[in-house]
Every structure is written in structure tokens, then in C-alpha cells.
């Protein structure tokens, strides 16, 4: 069984900045490479970040790269997601996953999920 806990989020005002952690635990095996999604309400979720298994390779989406950071702590399972110069746009319930496979250009999602975390940002 697999775990995976979010914390951080909150409500910002445009410009501001939050941090979001994860971690993944419980029969974990080797490293996971981890990823963040979004979703707001009527749409899917969409890939915001992603980092490999390592920590040493990062993807960021469009809409969010140069404002967010994303990192790992060496040889665990958590990450953190430093989101910075945020605009009303990036809220939505943030999603924290686990055990998918890394690409450069991509990241498919795997089979843990964490709850959620709501990021609001006001204009």
C-alpha cells in the first residue's frame, strides 16, 4: 500500500507565492518519479510538473514554467512545488502523484494520488 499526503496551499493574492510538499510512503520500493496535476471544476486534470525518479530531470507546462519550481529530496519520495508570481488562473485543487513514468517532454501519470490541495489566488 501505497500513500501519498499533500500540504501547503491556500489563498494568495495575485503575485504571491505558496509551496506545496508531497510525500509518497508505505511500500514505496525504489524512488518514484513524482508529478503535480490540476484540475478546476468541469475539466480534466492537467500535468503542471513532473520530476524523474532521481531528482536530476524536471518538466514544467507551458502555463506554468519560470514561475513554478519543482525538486526532490535525495533519494525520497517527497517533493516540493515552489509556485511563485501566481495568477488567478492557477487555482484550481492541486494533485500530488506517484509511481509514473518521466519523460522530458511529458510525464504519465501513475497509480497514487493524493487527496488534493486547493490553491486560490485572488485578483
Known amino acids: 500500500q501505497v500513500h501519498v499526503v499533500e500540504s501547503g496551499g491556500g489563498l494568495v493574492q495575485a503575485g504571491g507565492s505558496l509551496r506545496l510538499s508531497c510525500t509518497a510512503s508505505g511500500r514505496t520500493g525504489s524512488p518514484y518519479s513524482m508529478g503535480w496535476f490540476r484540475q478546476v471544476p468541469g475539466a480534466g486534470r492537467e500535468i503542471v510538473a513532473a520530476i524523474n525518479w532521481s531528482g536530476t530531470s524536471t518538466y514544467y507546462s507551458y502555463s506554468v514554467k519560470g514561475r513554478f519550481t519543482l525538486s526532490k529530496h535525495d533519494a525520497e519520495n517527497t517533493i516540493d512545488l515552489q509556485m511563485n508570481n501566481l495568477i488567478p488562473e492557477d487555482t484550481a485543487v492541486y494533485y500530488c502523484?506517484?509511481?509514473?513514468?518521466?519523460?522530458?517532454?511529458?510525464?504519465?501519470?501513475?497509480?497514487?494520488w493524493g487527496q488534493g490541495t486547493q490553491v486560490t489566488v485572488s485578483s
Open positions: 502523484n506517484a509511481g509514473g513514468t518521466y519523460y522530458s517532454n511529458n510525464y504519465h501519470q501513475g497509480d497514487y
